[in-house]
């Protein structure tokens, strides 16, 4: 692979994105086969007479990981711009540079918990919006539960499922009281309760657009059935001669009628 194609893969780390910068780089590197050395680094020797004492295999195995690490750092100094290679120069493996990141971006563990008690704050907080689909809904919690996975918290499939299925707009009601009848919540996927929920909300749909061609219908029809009744009523005559209510109604009759054709 040559540098420049490398260089187009690799996320530029900022202040606002080291956690995507971190899964993407962890990503490339295992493909570059240098992960472990970036995770667990290896043992270097403490002199060079300590080296020269190796035996051969175990020099092999020292030029194997050094190698490797150098790679590793090549491909995390692509993904920094100057003034982040600044603050991590003074790191000599793949390992302290990892740690160093971490330690910037992430920081103690005490701003690591303050993170994650807001994002369990707005777990708790959401709420499926009227005009909301389902599709958009389950997007916008999976942001959430991912950022508080990345953060530490164990969220399992469970929490998830039945955090769903307390916050869905009220017009899924039947549908979530035929859910928790019908399965074991606390054992359904996340997915599998997606593609229930989605296979329903179809229906909803369907159902209402058929409520709205049904109600067109009948509004024309009342329309026909108060032209045809001013009709009628104008074929009397008092006296010889329509009386006045009668050519009111008629009149107005159609103007409703023009209307609703217009």
Not at 46 to 66: F, G, H
Not at 135 to 153: A, K, L
Not at 221 to 242: A, V
Request: charged share 35%; net charge positive.
């Amino acid at each position: 692979m040559t540098t420049e194609n490398t260089q187009t893969l690799i996320l530029k780390l900022t202040k606002d994105n080291y956690d995507s910068w971190c899964i993407r780089l962890k990503a490339f590197l295992g493909s570059q086969e240098c992960i472990e050395i970036v995770q667990y680094g290896y043992d270097e020797p403490e002199s060079k007479e300590a080296e020269d004492a190796l035996q051969e295999a175990e020099k092999q195995v020292l030029k194997a990981n050094r190698k490797k690490d150098n790679k590793a750092k090549t491909i995390i100094y692509q993904g920094l711009d100057e003034a982040i290679f600044e603050i991590i120069a003074f790191a000599e493996t793949s390992k302290e540079i990892w740690e160093a990141l971490q330690q910037k971006y992430k920081g103690a563990n005490r701003i690591k918990k303050i993170r994650l008690q807001c994002l369990r704050g707005e777990f708790e907080l959401l709420q499926m919006k009227s005009s909301e689909s389902i599709s958009d809904y389950h997007t916008r919690i999976m942001v959430i539960v991912n950022q508080m996975r990345r953060n530490g918290e164990a969220l399992t499939d469970a929490r998830i499922t039945e955090k769903i299925l307390r916050s869905l707009d009220p017009k899924f009601d039947f549908v979530v009281f035929a859910i928790e009848e019908s399965k074991e919540v606390d054992k359904l996927m996340v997915d599998e309760l997606m593609s229930s929920l989605q296979a329903h909300e179809q229906k909803i749909v369907k159902r209402n657009g058929d409520k709205a061609i049904e109600h067109a219908l009948q509004a024309k029809l009342s329309l026909k059935d108060i032209y045809e009744q001013g009709e009628t009523s104008t074929s009397g005559y008092h006296l010889g001669k329509r009386s006045t209510k009668t050519r009111r109604i008629s009149a107005i009759s159609r103007k409703r009628i023009l209307e609703y054709r217009i």
